[in-house]
């Protein structure tokens, strides 16, 4: 365990959208010294054991990362990277066609890859949709409190600067929770991008990496698909029909570089 590791013992503990969860009061590592898990006091909630990877240090305090971030960040870096390849493969046999025997090969890898993220991501989705409920369900419970404080208020049972409190924390709460259902929809739409993209080369048929191109990346026009120039039959013929450009390939979204706004210690967590 380097100095850095055990340096953070002590310090407050905070969400990555501000909500304080509790204070470092120890590790458990592995027999090389290498730590396993934190300690964090959470209060009544008792002692919980945090995977030393949701946590990061930054400034005085420890930022707790949720594990749906993190598996997310995972997959939308495995999946843009696995459908990079597919179409890097794609374009060096497009100009190479001696290549194509070798490239099947490593296509069929790419393609068990993208077979094996679909039932991560499957189980991802899930978490996110359960997260947004159990965000809903805070967001009801805390407009109730809410209400009701200012309920007391109206009766003469609270004063007005004891409900003002009320609401200056409530408010800052549901700030938090709106961030994060801003967060996991953003990461919900770039998760359903790959899909669509991934959908695209899968359902293709089955004949050889070109011939895959044409439904992974759009129809591509070969010279034997151009259409040929009609014979006269004494019609005019409008020359000044712009002939039909070929589709460009369709560029890949949404496959985790597009966080400018991530911080330090995210860009670590998405790098590691």
Not at 87 to 100: F, H
Not at 159 to 173: G, Q
């Amino acid at each position: 365990m380097s100095k850095e590791d055990v340096e953070f013992i002590g310090k407050q503990v905070k969400d990555m959208y501000g909500t304080y969860i509790g204070k470092v009061i120890g590790t458990i590592t592995d027999i090389d010294g290498s730590v396993q898990t934190v300690g964090v006091d959470c209060g009544s909630e008792g002692l919980k054991q945090v995977p030393f990877e949701q946590l990061v240090v930054q400034g005085q305090y420890v930022i707790f990362i949720p594990r749906w971030r993190l598996d997310a960040q995972r997959l939308l870096r495995e999946k843009g990277l696995t459908l990079r390849r597919i179409r890097a493969l794609i374009d060096i046999v497009s100009e190479n066609d001696d290549m194509k025997e070798d490239a099947e090969l490593i296509h069929e890898k790419y393609k068990t890859k993208l077979l094996t993220l679909e039932e991560t991501e499957k189980k991802i989705k899930e978490k996110l949709e359960q997260r947004l409920a159990d965000l809903d369900n805070q967001l009801k419970s805390i407009r109730m409190l809410r209400f009701d404080a200012k309920l007391q208020n109206k009766s003469n049972e609270i004063s007005d600067a004891k409900y003002e409190s009320v609401k200056t924390h409530t408010v800052e709460i549901i700030e938090h929770i709106e961030h994060e259902k801003a967060e996991i929809v953003n990461i919900q739409r770039r998760i359903n991008d790959l899909s669509v993209e991934t959908m695209e080369r899968t359902e293709s048929p089955k004949q050889d990496v070109h011939s895959a191109a044409v439904s992974y990346l759009g129809k591509v026009e070969t010279p034997s698909s151009q259409p040929k120039t009609p014979v006269s039959t004494g019609v005019a013929v409008d020359n000044n029909i712009p002939p039909t450009s070929t589709p460009k390939p369709v560029a890949i979204g949404a496959d985790g570089d597009e966080e400018p706004q991530d911080s330090d210690w995210l860009k670590r967590i998405s790098s590691s």
